[in-house]
């Protein structure tokens, strides 16, 4: 199992910037997949993007290719959410997750109950 400590949210103004981390803890993680999901008020809970192992195999919603970047420090156990020109819908709160690595392709991302780990959830509010 994998222990998942998310960072970074806040509130932020449209067109400006957050970086969310989310730091990992348990072994083999070279084994799994870590990205982000997020679930605004009354909607389900949404893949947003993902980053297998060292292959650098990613995903990334439509709703945010090209304002949203993942990264992995494997050092550091630790994977990045950079988003950059924040929308008022991008509003939500933003969970950290880690699946087995090939859970995570370019076309989307894969989760279960049983081989899916959670983050505790970090707030991302985007308001004038």
């Known amino acids: 199992q994998v222990q998942l400590v998310e960072s970074g949210g806040g509130l932020v103004h449209p067109e400006g910037s957050l970086r969310l981390s989310c730091t990992a803890s348990g072994f083999g993680l070279d084994l799994y997949a870590l990205g982000w999901f997020r679930q605004a008020p009354g909607k389900e809970r949404d893949a947003i993007s993902c980053v297998s192992n060292n292959d650098g195999t990613t995903y990334y919603q439509d709703s945010v290719k090209g304002r949203f970047t993942i990264s992995r420090d494997n050092k550091k156990r630790t994977v990045y959410l950079q988003m950059d020109s924040l929308k008022p819908e991008d509003t939500a709160v933003y969970y950290c997750?880690?699946?087995?690595?090939?859970?995570?392709?370019?076309?989307?991302?894969?989760?279960?109950?049983?081989?899916?780990?959670w983050g505790q959830g970090t707030h991302v509010t985007v308001s004038s």
């Open positions: 997750a880690a699946t087995p690595y090939y859970f995570c392709s370019v076309s989307g991302w894969l989760t279960s109950r049983t081989e899916t780990s």
